[in-house]
């Protein structure tokens, strides 16, 4: 039998198995570092299964690692389970009803996300079990990705260091190998320390934090013009000093996100954002401190795995979905105003041409693998997967688990993230992860490759964002 489909085979075997951990953790929808139950769930399946599990990595209490196998090479999958605040929403409805109420939701389906990783090392196991193949796959179960980037704690810290390369995936309304970048992002808190003082009776007495920071924000916004084009900055005010007018405000606090195509661009402007932090500190005669918060590089795709698992995304093909997966799309592309319908449109076209686009449009899901094409562009966002793709040559890939044009972060994404059409997508994920790392235990000179790919890429070189001392934020969401 084909290894394509062995893995298939596996996979149809695990479907119930596979469909339970999805809709679980769609339920538990927990929050970034409070993922316990989630980790519960994969730790009890994998003992089951004969995996060795390994906990607390990088001393995150829901950062875990389940390895299957012997010696050389090891190859991760990535597997991640967090949810996100405020998306509770009930399962393929399709206007907004909240399942909980105020509650948390996988809108960013990552509970296919791990649920995918999952199948896709039972198979590889299956596969090298019966084959007699040697190597280790481990699951490398990843918390806190929309809220706390434990990835780069993950890299920061080593945890990745005896691995050879990594598979991951994304819940999306595409089917596609991820062959740009991403955006590098360090998130940044910015302190002014002022006097207090009646606002009426000795406003002279007064040293005005909130001063700083609103000149702070008025220097940035100058700033933008002056940096390259795919820079991003924005930020939230975190502290105002309180909320009465006739009290100088003693403390201010932003919050920033930088974000730039490169590491390196990144920490060019952060020094000229600190700069302007310093000079609204002199303007109002305060004083000013950062703190960085957080911290994310930009994601490498590795040539040499990304074309591979293209091809395996080509050799298992795209999800099969029925006329009832079809009729429940259109409902969720119906909730896109005329705008966002262009804009899948225009999207389409420019890969397919017109008349192709429109037939895709027509069934409401991608029902085709995109061809692949390496460009020096990136995505608008951010992801954690950068930092591993820095220190382990990575691919990655987005499997059709919505209906076309439904954003993420979104009550639309909770509600398709536990239906048909989210396990169609969940599986073939699995049987293309699956498929593209047993033809990588297969073939040393691939995984070579791919590591003289990474140095290229990076020079051999690993600046972490992150601070070496940087503990990650568990209490976020409370205790
Ligand atoms: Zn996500």
Redesign the pocket.
């Known amino acids: 039998m084909s290894i394509v489909n062995e893995v298939k085979n596996t996979i149809d075997e695990k479907e119930k198995l596979i469909e339970s951990v999805n809709q679980k953790i769609w339920e538990f929808a927990e929050l970034a570092f409070q993922e316990t139950k989630s980790m519960n769930l994969y730790l009890d399946l994998f003992k089951k299964e004969g995996f060795e599990v390994k906990t607390n990595l990088a001393n995150i209490p829901t950062a875990f690692q389940a390895s299957y196998g012997n010696g050389y090479p090891i190859i991760a999958i990535l597997g ?1 389970f967090d949810a996100l605040p405020g998306l509770s929403q009930k399962s393929g409805i399709d206007e907004k009803s909240e399942l909980v109420s105020g509650g948390s939701g996988h809108g ?3 509970n296919s996300l791990g649920a995918a990783s999952f199948g896709a090392v039972l198979a590889i196991k299956e596969y090298m079990s019966k084959n007699n193949l040697s190597g280790t796959v481990r699951f490398l179960g990843c918390p806190a ?2 809220s706390g980037y434990a990835k780069t704690f993950l890299s920061r810290d080593g945890i990745l260091d005896d691995v050879d390369a990594a598979f991951t995936w ?1 819940s999306s309304d595409m089917n596609r190998a991820w062959s740009v970048g991403s955006l590098a992002n360090l998130s940044v808190g910015f302190s002014f320390y002022g006097k207090t003082s009646h606002a009426a009776a000795a406003p002279h007495l007064g040293r005005s934090a909130l001063d700083s920071a609103e000149i702070m924000s008025v220097g940035v916004n100058y700033l933008r013009e002056h940096i390259i084009p795919d820079a991003r900055v924005h930020y939230a005010y975190e502290d105002v000093g309180g909320s009465a007018p006739n009290v100088v405000q003693s403390t201010a606090r932003v919050h920033y996100y930088i974000r730039a195509p490169k590491n390196y661009q990144v920490q060019e402007i952060f020094e000229r954002v600190k700069d302007i932090a310093k000079g609204a500190a002199l303007i109002c005669g305060t004083e000013t401190s950062y703190e960085i918060y957080a911290g994310v590089s930009d994601f490498i795709p590795n040539r040499t795995l990304t074309t591979l698992l293209h091809e395996s995304m080509v050799e298992v093909g795209a999800p099969e979905f029925s006329e009832e997966d079809f009729k429940l799309a259109n409902k969720f592309y119906n909730t896109l105003n005329q705008g966002d319908k262009n804009t899948v449109l225009n999207q389409l076209t420019t890969i397919y041409g017109h008349e192709k686009a429109k037939e895709i449009i027509e069934k409401s899901l991608h029902t085709e693998i995109e061809p692949l094409v390496f460009s020096n562009t990136h995505l608008s966002g951010s992801t954690d997967v950068g930092d591993i793709s820095y220190v382990v040559p990575t691919a990655q890939m987005t499997i059709s688990t919505i209906a076309l044009g439904t954003p ?1 972060h979104t009550w639309q994404m909770t509600a398709q993230g536990n239906t048909s059409i989210a396990l169609k997508g969940v599986k073939t994920a699995a049987a293309s992860m699956a498929l593209a790392t047993i033809k990588l235990l297969n073939d040393n000179d691939l995984i070579e490759k791919s590591k003289e790919d990474l140095k290229l890429d990076t020079n051999g070189e690993y600046i972490c964002p992150i601070p070496s001392d940087l503990k990650p934020k568990l209490d976020q969401y409370g205790e």
């Open positions: 991640e960013c389906g990552h990705e929309e994304h993420h």
